[in-house]
């Protein structure tokens, strides 16, 4: 079992910038496929990055790509996700997730750890 604990969500203006941590317990990192998903305010939960396990591949959904960078150190078996230029619509919850490598990265239905999320709030 992978237990993940998200960190750092808050209240910041739009344009400024937020970093979030997911650390993870019960099992090394390094072999799995880690993201970021997000629940927006009457969302259906959506796919914002992907790292693959060794950190050589990153994946953005297209509404963050260039504003959000993803990264991950195994030996600290956590993952991040640093976010700038912030709008009111990147506000929701983040949820940090893990999966074996695999297709369909983007698709949640793939990924087997959850965290219980970080709630983010974008001021206009």
């Known amino acids: 079992q992978v237990q993940l604990v998200e960190s750092g969500g808050g209240l910041v203006q739009a344009g400024g910038s937020l970093r979030l941590s997911c650390a993870a317990s019960g099992r090394t990192l390094n072999t799995y496929v880690m993201a970021w998903f997000r629940r927006s305010p009457g969302k259906e939960r959506e796919f914002v990055a992907a790292?693959?396990?060794?950190?050589?591949?990153?994946y953005y959904g297209d509404s963050v790509r260039g504003r959000f960078t993803i990264s991950r150190d195994n030996a600290k078996n956590a993952v991040y996700l640093q976010m700038n230029s912030l709008k009111p619509e990147d506000a929701g919850v983040f949820y940090c997730?893990?999966?074996?490598?695999?297709?369909?990265?983007?698709?949640?239905?793939?990924?087997?750890?959850w965290g219980q999320g970080t709630q983010v709030t974008v001021s206009s």
């Open positions: 997730t893990a999966r074996t490598p695999g297709a369909f990265i983007r698709d949640q239905r793939y990924y087997n750890y």
């Open positions: 790292i693959t396990a060794s950190g050589g591949n990153t």
